[in-house]
């Protein structure tokens, strides 16, 4: 016989298994890099716990002009055999394979990766390299890196300029080879003018949020709200200095930038981007993650760009990363931040990988 107690007490166990039965029952959370770098050792990637990502495979020569200010350039010549060396690399690894299509995503183990070039320069004025560069499995192709491109006008110049002509037929091209358009280092002009013209919806893939640090390398909030109203998505990265002006930069800064992002744009609108290598920025390591001393590295690039009066660079930047992201096990760190501040479990999805998979099944298929 069940006693009145009895019954109450299986009740509230039961109330209370039913939540960890649930979290046991759900799939496994998807952690999706929309930014990084092949690393050589590609096993880097399962310990990153990633099972997907956007692999930036361009290959880039430093060149300066009379002005001394360091740029650097992709071209066709450098990276056709880029682009081979990726694929190769991934042919016949167990923990890493070539992404085609968004919803590819999970069907197999290991990572899903999605090649992207940070730059349209291979291209110069050849519309057709984009089809070449697709067939050989290039999925995000991004129209400029910082400077002026016969594509698109860049963030970091002293003219703001967007979609040029070319740009324009590029974009069509992209839209009908199902490339993922991306606008990252991009100028205003360039990314409201994308994300207007575009048939697909697009993406910034590594950035942060120009309400909070005031920089032409950060998105403002007409920026988001373009590419949240396309259904775009846009990935905060880990450039602290474009992440907070405070002197000392923490994982609540992080936080602060993807509560910017989805208050702004909605909560499907921002996912996690690097834009170092897997590990981490790599001379940050060797430094024990001193940002005083690593902050030296980016700081004649910086005075450059200041003495040529692009605007943003008035101030001297005091660090380069979050130590406590800096660091191959990044992603359960942030997902932990953000459940610790409150975000909801299916909220969390979305932010860690969830959005992107979305996003490149919709453009990709």
């Not at 509230?12 to 029952?25: H, I, N």
């Not at 110049?157 to 324009?168: D, K, S």
Request: aromatic share 6%.
């Amino acid at each position: 016989m069940v006693t009145r107690r009895g019954a109450v007490i299986g009740m509230a166990t039961t109330a209370l298994a039913a939540p960890m039965l649930a979290r046991a029952s759900r799939a496994p959370r998807l952690f999706f890099d929309s930014l990084s770098f092949l690393p050589e050792d590609l096993n880097e990637i399962t310990a990153a716990g990633l099972g997907g990502m956007i692999a930036d495979v361009s290959d880039l020569i430093e060149v300066r002009g009379a002005d001394g200010v360091p740029r650097y350039s992709r071209n066709f010549a450098a990276n056709d055999p880029a682009i081979d060396r990726a694929v190769a690399k991934l042919k016949d690894s167990k923990v890493a394979w070539l992404a085609r299509k968004g919803s590819e995503i999970g069907t197999r183990p290991g990572c899903a990766v999605f090649l992207q070039f940070q730059s349209t320069e291979m291209m110069g004025d050849d519309l057709s390299r984009i089809a070449h560069f697709h067939d050989k499995g290039l999925r995000v192709l991004q129209f400029t890196h910082h400077n002026n491109t016969q594509y698109a006008g860049g963030a970091l110049e002293t003219v703001q300029t967007g979609l040029t002509p070319l740009g324009i037929e590029g974009l069509a091209e992209m839209n009908r080879l199902r490339i993922l358009p991306d606008v990252s280092h991009g100028s205003v002009p360039t990314m409201l003018e994308a994300a207007r013209r575009s048939k697909t919806p697009i993406a910034l893939s590594h950035g942060a949020a120009r309400a909070i640090v005031d920089h032409p390398r950060c998105a403002p909030d007409e920026v988001i709200r373009a590419i949240a109203e396309r259904g775009g998505v846009m990935g905060i990265f880990m450039m602290s200095f474009w992440l907070t002006r405070n002197k000392v930069p923490t994982v609540a800064d992080y936080v602060a930038q993807i509560r910017h992002v989805a208050r702004v744009g909605g909560i499907d609108a921002v996912g996690v981007a690097n834009d170092f290598p897997m590990a981490g920025q790599t001379n940050l390591i060797k430094l024990n993650n001193d940002n005083a001393k690593g902050v030296e590295e980016y700081l004649e690039w910086w005075r450059a760009l200041r003495r040529q009066g692009v605007p943003g660079f008035e101030w001297t930047p005091e660090h380069v990363v979050i130590p406590e992201l800096n660091r191959i096990d990044r992603m359960q760190r942030i997902a932990a931040a953000l459940t610790a501040s409150g975000f909801r479990a299916r909220e969390v999805d979305k932010i860690m990988g969830g959005n992107w998979r979305r996003l490149l099944t919709d453009v990709l298929g």
